[in-house]
């Protein structure tokens, strides 16, 4: 079975760069034509798309954040990660990782990490 | 603001059936069929309930159903039990390589 973890720190100080990783287990990160995702949502607040991952390193991003993030993969870890820059308060969310469910960049998301507290604060 | 919008609040009573909506626009809802619906109880992470608009993924109850009418999509639970009360969010492909999500309807189930 597919499972998802989200890792990094906990707490990043403005205008610093949040850094996340998520480790696949159960399944290789490149053994199938899905795309890797990530999500945030702040406290008490909705979801947010922030990007996708192809195997390959093809990406898109939301475009909001697209001047601040970028995602990358490292098919030797299987692992996708997570980097955005100049982060502010309005950052502060859960963050998670989750996988396309079929080939498809804008199918539905999962399985999904258990999502991990990112604080933006100094 | 949230590109896709949804009632606050929603409820029904056990064995009820009850609809949400999630209101778009002809360049996101209305013009693709990659529509999905998540459920979310406190705490947990979101779970996949419904994508390309009415599939639903393995394991989900039948009573969770879904359809599409213009730029609304709607998400219908049908004989509501107790554990159906969480937060549902839809999504939607929005062009030039874009997804939104809906704000999020907070089901009751009374």
């Known amino acids: 079975q597919l499972q998802l973890q989200e890792s990094g720190p906990g707490l990043v100080k403005p205008s610093e760069t949040l850094s996340l990783t998520c480790t696949v287990s159960g399944g290789s990160i490149s053994s199938s034509s899905y795309y890797w995702v990530w999500i945030r949502q702040p406290p008490g607040k909705g979801l947010e798309w922030i990007g996708n991952?192809?195997?390959?390193?093809?990406?898109y991003y939301t475009p909001s954040l697209k001047s601040r993030v970028t995602i990358s993969v490292d098919t030797s870890q299987n692992q996708f990660s997570l980097k955005l820059s100049s982060v502010t308060a309005s950052d502060t969310a859960v963050y998670y990782c989750a996988r396309t469910l079929y080939s498809s960049a804008w199918s539905g998301f999962d399985p999904w990490g258990q999502g991990t507290l990112v604080t933006v604060s100094s | 603001q949230s590109a896709l919008t949804q009632p606050p609040s929603a409820s029904g009573s056990p064995g009820q059936s009850v609809t949400i909506s999630c209101t778009g626009t002809s360049s996101d809802v209305g013009g693709y069929n990659y529509v999905s619906w998540y459920q979310q109880h406190p705490g947990k992470a979101p779970k996949l309930m419904i994508y390309?608009?009415?599939r639903r993924p393995s394991g989900v109850p039948d009573r969770f159903s879904g359809s599409k009418s213009g730029n609304t999509a709607s998400l219908t639970v049908s004989g509501l039990q107790a554990e159906d009360e969480a937060d549902y969010y839809c999504s939607s492909y929005a062009g030039s390589d874009n997804l939104v999500f809906g704000g999020g309807t907070k089901l009751t189930v009374l």
């Open positions: 991952i192809y195997y390959s390193g093809s990406t």
């Open positions: 390309d608009v009415y």
